[in-house]
């Protein structure tokens, strides 16, 4: 189980528009070409050098692939990576504002304290 | 020796900006009120006449990652740009540029080094919005230079609530020490209690209004004793799971020191969260 692959997946794509955008209409597809193609990038490095062992499991993958932002907080995921990439692509669906911070918050509201472990 | 002329420390609200320069139907109701308190802040930082502003924010994920996450951070470059798409995106904050104070700069990664914190440093430093939300509201001519300086307040591990009080104390020091003839304020913001991504988040207050009222007790009467016994790293996930934040505010106790009484002290209760803005004047001289 690998939190920081996930995090990893939300940061960048977050911060590429294009790759929001593509995130949000085929969120499947994306998860597998960005786990073939862009997981093991070592973002400080040369471009021509990689890491050779990150992969998601079959739980986190999933989670990507189905937009199931409950179940990354559940996961472990960091929060505010979560949320700023959701927002990015799910704020616009709401006309109220704040609709779709209300409802994340809503589909997140069966969790009590202690939340999960964030710490990767 | 420079001088510490003011220390202030203050929530970073994103979307202050939004706020205060929308206009008809899209101005929210409690705008023109923030803005009031927040020009009343401003005043405060303008009474000191400062020539250098040392900056004290967290970056958000946005240029330090986890695969070289520094705890405590000092930028050392002539120019800073700021704000990343995603708070253009989310926020709508404007892209800023700065100008550095390197000589200071280089003084406190000397001189910190020395003291026994092992400061990280960048010479090529974009900072966020926990840094350019404090210019927009309390410098929005943005014309002196800066030196900021970033905590990890966001990835654990994360140092505990006593390393940034040190640190805060640290920092005074270095400044009070510095040869030079200048001015320095030292702008520092966090949060009080605070939920991103969770269950709590978003709603008509911050998520622990108990918390915020004690928070602000501890900050406006300087009691660093009271605030560092009862917060630790556990104990800031229960007012909300983005707190930790709360760790710069006592920083900034560290940097005004225990037992100091800030001289402005000024709150306004928002949705999300319960903004709070404090001022010291280490040598009263910024004092009406």
Redesign the interface.
Known sequence: MSKYLLNKFLFTVDRDPELVERYREEPRATVTWWEAEYANRILGCHTGESSTWLRFDDTEREALATHDYPKLFELGAHPFLTLTLFIAMFERDHAEPLGFQLEYARRLAHHDLPYPDIAT | MAELVAVIASTHHPFYYRASTSTGDDRPPFADEWVRKVEAFRETLTRARPDVLVMVGSD??HQL????MPQFLVGKAPFYDAN???EE??FGLPRMFFTGQEDLSAYILREGLDAGFDLAFSNELRIDHSITCPIITLRPQNDLPIVPIYTNI????LPRPKRFVQLGRTIRQLIESWPSDQRVAVIGTGHLSLE????????PHGPDPEFDRRAVEWISSGDLEGCLAEVTLDSL??PG??THGFMDFMLMMGVAGEGQKADYVDTYDL?HTMEAYFTWYPNGGGRP
């Open positions: 958000h994920f990652w986890l695969d070289n990343f798409s995603n995106r989310e966001f990835a654990p591990p991103l991504g969770g269950p709590r988040q978003f709603g996930h229960a799971n983005a949705f």
